[in-house]
C-alpha cells in the first residue's frame, strides 16, 4: 500500500551530548544524631528538656545528683594538698640531713598519684552533666527524674539543626555511573518549595533488597524547625549527563526492541526511501529515547509518526 507525505511525519535530530533528567522520591533525614549518656552513675535531678524541644549550644539538658561526686573530688583535693605539704616536709628534713634523696622521689610519686585521682574525680563531677555539644534539637528522651542512670546509659538522642539534612533517594544500575560526587541536584520539598542540594556520597553497591543504589543529597539550605522536617518528602531532580554523544528521540517513534534490546526505528534515507535501523540504548525517560550512533552519521531523519502504516517486510 503506498503511503503518502501527508500520513507520517519525519523529524530530524542531531547527536548532541547525552543529558537527561530523572526524579525520584526519597525522604529528608538527619544525616547524623548523637546519643547522650552520663559517664559516672546518679539519680537523675535536672532534666530541662523533652522530645522535639530545640536548644543552643552549651546549654545543660540533664544533670546528676552531684552530692557524692562532689565529696570524692574534695577527698583527693586534700589528699593532693597533703601529698605536696609532705614533699615539702622531706625537703626540709634532707636539708637537716635527716631523710634520704629516696624519701623525696616516693613523696614526689605520692604527689604524681594523687593529682591524677584528683583531676579524675574533677573529670567525673564534670561529666555528671549532660550540655549541648550544638544548636540541636531533642529526638528520644529515654531518662526521667529521680531514676538511677548508669555509666553509658543513653539519656538523650538529639541532632543539630544546622548543615545535618539529607534526602536519600535509589539509582538504577544504569544511572548510577552518571552521578558524581558535589554534583548539584533540585529539590522539591513541602509541596512546591524548590531548593537546591549538593550529591554528597555515591555507593559503590546496591542496598540489597531493592537492589538500587542509594545516593546522598545534603541540603545545606534547609534548617529543622523553619521550614523542613524530619521524615517529609523530597523529590530529587538528578541530571544523568556524560561527553558520549547520543540521539534523543521521541519515544513515539520507537517502532519496538529486537532480541538483543536494541532500538528499531524507521528512517528516511537522503533519496526519501525509507529503512529499518538498530541502536543501542543509552537510557530512557519519559520523553525521549537515548540512542548510540551506530556509524558517522551525525543526524537522523527519523519517522516520528505514522509508521506503523509501513510494511515492515518492505525493509
Known sequence: MPVTAQQFEVEKISATDYQRFVTRAGKIEFKRTNKLSFKTPGYLTTLTVDEGDFFKKGDLLASHDTTELKAIKNSRYSE???AKREVNRIKRLIEAELASQQDLDVANTKVDITREAYQIAYYNLEKA???????????????????LQGPGTQ?????????????????????????TIGQTVDVRVNGDKNVQGKVTKVPVKTNGAGNMFIIEVTLDSLQVGQNAVAGQLAYVKVALSSAEQVFAVPNIALLATDNQGFAQLILQNDDGSMSKASFAIVGLDNTFIYLMPSDEKSTLNVITKGWQQFEFSEF
Open 80 to 82: 593532693l594538698m597533703q
Open 129 to 147: 552533666e549532660i550540655r549541648a555539644p550544638f544548636d540541636g534539637v531533642v529526638l528520644a528522651r529515654y531518662a526521667a527524674l529521680d531514676e
Open 155 to 179: 539519656a538523650l538522642e538529639v541532632a543539630a539543626i544546622d548543615n545535618n539534612l539529607i534526602a536519600r533517594v535509589g539509582m538504577t544500575f544504569d544511572e548510577i555511573g552518571y552521578i
